[in-house]
């Protein structure tokens, strides 16, 4: 009997798992909805100044950046894994803050240019799992014909659907570019410095 009701649980947990990834949305789509909803944040706010636009823009792009993700490369697994939550939550916290600043800055600079995405060939919303992670392409029409910003965005599927955890444009990687600039000091200084020096950059 205990047996039955066994097979039985599993073999609905995974009709469950199925029907759930089943309706998964296309990565591509997802970036298409931010693009559409960041142009509609701008043109209600078009008489701010660039600082308050980036604000409002930062804070709309949060939901859909995977902040774990980022620093757990950032700050290597064997660092990360052995520092307290709280130690963790505080360095999540000021990263936040930097990262809006990148990432609002560098949407607003080309926010009324034509972007164009490329579908990625390998993607299969019958068979997504937390954890995957994709790359996905795209063109960003420039005001110089013939030279086209080349932006890749990299994804992972992250609490029912997908997240920002990098961004690569013209082959250069943000998130690579916050490795640099912290790894070496966490591993020379610890994470309390490196927690204060994005504190004062935040601040200024």
Same mark, same amino acid.
Not at 173 to 202: E, T
């Given at each position: 009997?205990?047996?039955?009701?066994?097979?039985?649980?599993?073999?609905?947990? #995974?009709?469950?798992? =199925?029907?759930? #990834?089943?309706?998964?949305?296309?990565?591509?789509?997802?970036l298409? *909805?931010?693009?559409?909803?960041?142009l509609?944040?701008?043109?209600?706010?078009?008489?701010?100044?660039?600082?308050?636009? =980036?604000?409002?823009? @930062?804070?709309?792009?949060?939901?859909?950046? =995977? #902040?774990?993700?980022?620093?757990?490369?950032?700050?290597?697994k @064997?660092?990360?894994?052995?520092?307290?939550?709280?130690?963790?939550?505080?360095?999540?916290?000021?990263?936040?803050?930097?990262?809006?600043?990148?990432?609002?800055?560098t949407? *607003?600079?080309?926010? &009324?240019?034509?972007v164009i995405?490329?579908?990625?060939?390998?993607?299969?919303?019958?068979?997504?799992?937390?954890?995957? $992670?994709?790359?996905?392409?795209?063109?960003?029409?420039?005001i110089?014909?013939?030279?086209?910003?080349?932006?890749?965005? &990299?994804?992972?599927?992250?609490?029912?659907?997908? $997240?920002?955890?990098?961004?690569?444009?013209?082959?250069?990687?943000?998130? $690579?570019?916050?490795?640099?600039q912290? @790894?070496? !000091?966490?591993?020379?200084?610890?994470? !309390?410095?490196?927690?204060?020096?994005?504190?004062?950059?935040?601040?200024?």
């Amino acid at each position: 009997m205990y047996r039955l009701i066994f097979k039985l649980f599993i073999f609905l947990l #995974f009709i469950n798992i =199925n029907f759930l #990834f089943s309706d998964v949305k296309n990565p591509v789509d997802v970036l298409k *909805n931010i693009n559409k909803d960041i142009l509609t944040i701008v043109d209600k706010n078009i008489n701010l100044v660039d600082e308050k636009l =980036n604000e409002l823009l @930062g804070e709309y792009i949060i939901p859909y950046i =995977n #902040f774990d993700e980022m620093c757990l490369f950032i700050v290597g697994k @064997g660092i990360w894994k052995n520092l307290s939550i709280d130690k963790k939550n505080d360095f999540i916290y000021e990263f936040k803050k930097l990262v809006i600043k990148t990432y609002s800055t560098t949407l *607003n600079k080309y926010i &009324r240019s034509k972007v164009i995405f490329f579908e990625n060939k390998n993607f299969d919303n019958q068979n997504v799992q937390y954890g995957r $992670k994709i790359q996905i392409s795209s063109e960003i029409e420039t005001i110089e014909k013939g030279k086209n910003l080349h932006v890749d965005y &990299r994804m992972i599927f992250y609490k029912d659907s997908w $997240k920002l955890y990098d961004l690569i444009i013209e082959g250069i990687s943000i998130l $690579k570019g916050f490795q640099a600039q912290f @790894g070496n !000091d966490i591993k020379k200084n610890g994470i !309390d410095f490196v927690i204060n020096r994005m504190k004062q950059h935040n601040s200024g």
